[in-house]
């Protein structure tokens, strides 16, 4: 079975601090991986893409590591903006077309 | 500028009944998908299609069919509404070729069966 794991939460933060989500996924055979970011009662949207290289934009910073089948998102500096539920997604390729495996979520709630 | 509607946003319907769930795209994608999400299981992917004609069932299709007769609308129907199909629907697409940085999605419909 194709699985995306990671940490419910929610967590609680103060503005201001860095805060850092894992995720697992199962299949090794996964090609591409992105986090989305889901505000209460929307629909999911695209945070940013992760490469194997690690990424950045601005406050947040994404790494893939294939060995241990393992992602992450760090957010420095949380702004009350940042509330939401953080999704890990996984892509497997069938054939010539992509399919997407999300994770649960994460709940990030920043307080002031 | 191009988007992804879903109507309606909003449905209370009874048990037993036959409801359609209307998914409305203008980026000309391919790859068009249906999605559930409830509380403790996140999104599930119930149907999807990669083009005209074409459509797959995906890990909890059971009391759903779509059918795929233009590239710009994927329907969704529940063939006799049971109360465990109450949740939160979301449709997507996405361009034929991965990776797929490029899938929006629909606003959702919250769809309650009595």
Known sequence: RKEVEQDPGPFNVPEGATVAFNCTYSNSASQSFFWYRQD??????????VYSSGNEDGRFTAQLNRASQYISLLIRDSKLSDS???????????GSQGNLIFGKGTKLSVKP | DAEITQSPRHKITETG??????????WNHNNMFWYRQDLGHGLRLIHYSYGVQDTNKGEVSDGYSVSRSNTEDLPLTLESAASSQTSVYFCA???SVPPSSRTFFGQGTRLTVV
């Not at chain 1, 939401?84 to 069938?94: I, K, Q």
């Open chain 1, 40 to 49: 209460c009662r929307k629909e999911p949207k695209l945070l940013m893409s």
């Open chain 1, 84 to 94: 939401a539920t953080y999704l890990c997604v996984a892509e497997y390729y069938g």
């Open chain 2, 17 to 26: 009944r036959q409801v359609t769930l209307a998914c409305h795209q203008t």
């Open chain 2, 93 to 95: 697409s996405s361009p």
